[in-house]
């Protein structure tokens, strides 16, 4: 495949998100969709820090995407109506699956492989927020003060 046809591909997600946004019907407990998701592997796992594994506004996000040097420009994310969630391994894969409960409590599920490889591996998935009242427990991040 040719670099601009890879470029492209890598994009569609971002521009689907809206669509999907506006296609989610109200949900109830069970799986909750991951609307974009983003893997990859990082060489340097000096760069990996103490990540939080629920960003809730545009900083932490910035903060995050350039930090670890991720490709491209830090894509925008709808605060106001949605989470993005972060999983890391030091194993060769990584998956990740959010469920929310009866009560409104979204867990976070990741799987990954045990075979340790140098640097670490990442999935990092967006959610929408409605009818999340804590996540593991804890209170979601809010959005920043204005």
Request: aromatic letters at 6%; charged letters at 20%; one cysteine or more.
């Amino acid at each position: 495949m040719s670099p601009s046809l890879l470029s492209a591909a890598a994009l569609l997600p971002l521009f689907a998100v809206p669509a999907m946004l506006m296609s989610q019907e109200p949900r109830g407990p069970g799986t909750t969709p991951l609307l974009v998701t983003w893997r990859g592997s990082i060489a340097d796992e000096k760069i990996l820090g103490s990540p939080p594994v629920v960003i809730g506004n545009p900083d932490e996000w910035k903060k995050l995407w350039e930090g670890w040097k991720l490709p491209g420009e830090v894509p925008e994310v709808d605060f106001g109506r949605c989470l993005v969630l972060v999983q890391t391994t030091r194993g060769g894969r990584l998956r990740m699956s959010a469920k929310l409960d009866d009560g409104g409590d979204l867990t976070i599920a990741a799987v990954s492989t045990r075979d340790l490889r140098a640097g670490f591996r990442y999935a990092i998935g967006v959610v929408q927020r409605k009818g999340i009242k804590t996540v593991a427990g804890a209170e979601p991040p809010g959005l920043p003060a204005e």
